[in-house]
């Protein structure tokens, strides 16, 4: 799949839409509009229909040496479009990947990227409620990006941007927390729902 290839354009272009609508319009991650807007986010479009495979890992783990050493590359997202695994499975593959990437580093050296997964369907029956009832249920809500992804965020940065704290991704869901009941859980649900209708038409077209 060349990155010229239709698809992996499109798979670009709906990811663009979820950063800059979702993430960044709505203010969920401390340090991603600074690291969009400066280049500091890196993508990738693996088109594997079965990322369970030791390829896609392998895949993946060559993504993350490539990037590593740029320090100006805060985010890596990896982008799977042709993915059909459920929420679960998906949060498998990327379990596996997390620990084929400790694996492989020696004793006490932690990796330089903390991997997230995201999924269309991550948070479905919360959103179904339109309601969020806690900081810990916004947190797959609002994970529902267009196509499975993992995101991979440097390591350095919580320290950077929180270095007392020990309960960084705590403060982060609350504050997400206060922003989307301030704007409503439905209007997101419906932003995140309109993004996937524009994904599932163009996809159709390819």
């Not at 050493?69 to 379990?95: D, M, Q, Y």
């Not at 965020?153 to 206060?178: H, K, M, Q, T, Y």
Request: proline share 7%; with cysteine.
């Amino acid at each position: 799949m060349t990155a010229e290839s239709p698809l992996v354009a499109e798979a670009l272009r709906l990811n663009a839409r979820y950063v800059e609508e979702v993430v960044i319009g709505w203010g969920l991650c401390p340090w991603a509009a600074q690291a969009w807007r400066d280049g500091g986010v890196a993508r990738r479009v693996l088109a594997d229909p079965a990322p369970a495979q030791a390829t896609e890992i392998d895949r993946v783990l060559a993504f993350i040496d490539e990037i590593a050493p740029n320090p100006n590359i805060s985010i890596g997202l990896v982008i799977f479009p042709r993915a059909t695994l459920r929420e679960a499975a998906w949060g498998t593959f990327a379990e596996r990947v997390r620990r084929a990437d400790r694996a492989r580093r020696a004793p006490g050296l932690g990796a330089p990227f903390l991997l997230a997964a995201f999924h269309p369907k991550s948070g479905e029956s919360a959103a179904a409620a339109v309601t969020v009832s806690n900081a810990g249920a916004l947190v797959p809500f609002i994970r529902r990006a267009p196509d499975p992804m993992l995101q991979l965020v440097r390591a350095s940065l919580l320290d950077r941007l929180a270095p007392a704290s020990r309960e960084l991704s705590g403060e982060i869901a609350r504050a997400n927390f206060a922003t989307v009941n301030a704007r409503t859980p439905a209007a997101l649900d419906a932003l995140i729902g309109e993004i996937r209708a524009d994904r599932d038409a163009s996809y159709a077209r390819l």
